[in-house]
């Protein structure tokens, strides 16, 4: 898949001890979000002084970071690139070269591992997933992570034929329920040198849907990312609301019925447990008196729920229950941020949505105040089940461009087990 960033620019911050920096960041980044574009075209969208500019895209060019294309079939523009002619010709175009680096995302999820390596435009070049059992955390914990995400490194990494000098870092987007990113950064910091990025499983879901998905063109959204856990994103002004400790988007733990049914975080009446997968599939299974295992698999038996729906009286009721609940949350979120969009993913949120979106906008409709409510979209993610594992390896590729393609130390093959540097942005 090419991923193509429609967003604002992110706000560069340039000290004055290093302007050539700021400058070749500002003009890496605006040839991210708009290409192709001409010189003078990108002299324009950045305000960088024309003779800068020149020298700054040479550099770059001579680097192989950028390349200059003529026009498609503008013969008049090729002739006159190869013989430095100048003609009334359509300028060449500037882009960056997408294979001149790459970086590797990768998803923790409560049901898999997914890890995916991907070149500058964000396409995938090789992938790999490996399915984890039902049960709490420890059942398949942080070694058990880690051992998969290393083994998985290397696996993609020889599947692109990639030499590991020209990857820039992996990104982990970690949205399994109950988990702390910090042993597994541990672990994965004794397995491989390169520079890790970790955050949690709904920034990375906003930042991908935010860059190259369904929240293309806001500035104010909220990306909800729905599957054993919830969890959200909160887009304001274009970036993530993190809150002072940077834990901010538990929207799962919410209070939606005071008193209401316990929650894996301790507390009741939490949102999670009236919508999160695994809450819906102890439901049906509780309508079923027992009749109903959900098995290892907690996507396959969502889907089952999902089918049975179509003949099943207590399944259709048990989904309703979760689309009322849903709908419910969602109409708190209208209320308080005030969003244009509010985009439902994750495995569960995709399967559900996609079944009881209808009912749930209802809800919504019923429970939301009504201007703010007529003013915001609901719908879902637009980049499918990869969409953590993408939006992860965006906090790499960044990290790249707001530096100014200044690439971190590499590490020879045979010195993987040098620690790493490990990055952590507040970043759309």
Known sequence: ????????????????????????????WTLYLHAPLSRQELVRRTGVGATT???????????????????????????????DLVTDAQPPRLRLASEHRYVIGVEVADTRVRVGLFDLALTQRAGAVHPLPAGPPPEHGAETAARHILTFLDAVVEEAGIPHGHILGVGVGVSATGWDGAPLERLL???TALPLHIDNGAEALGRAEMWFGAGRGVQHAVVALIGSGVSASVITHGSPYRGATDSAGQWGHTTVQAGGRSCRCGARGCLEAYIGADAV????????????????????????????????????????EAAV?????IANLVNL????????????GLMFGARMLPRIRETIAAQALRRPYAQTDIELCGLGPHAVALGAAALPLRHFLTDGAHRPAT?????LTRAAPTTRMSVP
Do not use: C
């Open 337 to 348: 941020f005030n969003p244009q969009r509010i985009i439902l993913g994750g495995w569960a």
């Open 411 to 415: 590490t020879p093959r045979r010195a």
């Open 281 to 320: 599939l102890e439901r049906y299974r509780q309508a079923r008196r027992g009749r109903f295992t959900p098995g290892a698999d907690r996507e396959s038996a969502f889907a089952v729920l999902l089918a049975a729906a179509d003949t099943s009286s207590a399944a259709q009721r048990v989904l309703e």
């Open 53 to 83: 500019a020149s020298a700054v895209i040479d550099e770059l060019i001579a680097e192989g970071v950028v390349k200059e294309e003529p026009v498609a079939g503008d013969l008049v523009a090729q002739h006159a690139v190869a013989h």
């Open 189 to 191: 910091r004794t397995g």
């Open 325 to 329: 609940y849903l709908g419910a949350g």
């Open 1 to 28: 898949m090419t991923a193509k960033a429609r967003t604002a620019q992110p706000s560069l911050r340039t000290t004055v001890r290093d302007p050539r920096r700021g400058s070749r960041s500002s003009l890496l």
